[in-house]
């Protein structure tokens, strides 16, 4: 039952272009939203998170949308960099007891 | 401020096996999730420590048991090992902001 969705295993980017990874999520008792990042051989990189009070949260380049009604959460990349090539996830959770991840999104950012 | 560290980072066992795999959360941080990252999949919980107690467990069966030491650091038990059991184990500590995760570079087990 896979309660976070990542539809878009891959996306190429041009460099200096927006880069949008998408989510969407079934359950609606999430109240807690996280993108990280995960280069090879790593452990997955705290991103950027959004409580479901909001609808947008900023930082740096990084740009993460939700829309309630809708399920679906966005991360906008402005101006993508060739170092922002890696996997992107998305993770929700309930209360920050349990976490559920999407199957993730490789970013390739193309100089 | 040290990190998360997982040891060993490589592993293998072979079925029936029992392994042991550990982790050191990041400094002040009291809660501990483990997750199991197969291949091209996302991250799994299995299940969460704060304070030494289990705080949370998902969809995995009895023979993955865990721990969580006065310092907070924590270990992970499977038993019965199966070839399915083959993945990454991630570790990730929380603290204050609790539902900010930050993980450790996993132990890669193979199970033949």
């Known amino acids: 039952d896979q309660q976070v969705k990542q539809n878009s295993p891959s996306l190429s980017v041009q460099e200096g272009r927006i880069s949008i990874l998408n989510c969407d999520y079934t359950n609606s008792m999430f109240d807690y939203f996280l993108w990280y990042k995960k280069y090879p051989a790593e452990g997955p990189t705290f991103l950027i998170s959004i409580s479901s009070i909001k609808d947008k949260n900023e930082d740096g380049r990084f740009t993460v949308f939700l829309n309630k009604s809708a399920k679906h959460l966005s991360l906008h990349i402005v101006p993508s960099q060739p170092g922002d090539s890696a996997v992107y996830f998305c993770a929700a959770s309930i209360t920050g007891n349990q976490f559920y991840f999407g199957t993730g999104t490789s970013l390739t950012v193309i100089p | 401020e040290t990190g998360v560290t997982q040891s060993p980072t490589h592993l293998i066992k072979t079925r029936g096996q029992q392994v042991t795999l550990r982790c050191s959360s990041q400094?002040?941080?009291?809660?501990v999730s483990w997750y199991q990252q197969a291949l091209g999949q996302g991250p799994q919980f299995i299940f969460q420590?704060?304070?030494?107690?289990?705080?949370g467990r998902g969809n995995f069966p009895p023979r993955f048991s865990g721990l969580q030491f006065p310092n907070y650091s924590s270990e992970l038990n499977v038993n019965a090992l199966l070839l399915g059991d083959s993945a990454l184990y991630l570790c990730?500590?929380?603290?204050?902001?609790?539902?900010?995760?930050?993980f450790g570079p996993g132990t890669r087990l193979l199970v033949l």
């Open positions: 420590y704060y304070r030494e107690e289990e705080n």
């Open positions: 990730a500590s929380s603290g204050g902001s609790i539902v900010t995760q930050y």
């Open positions: 400094s002040g941080h009291n809660t």
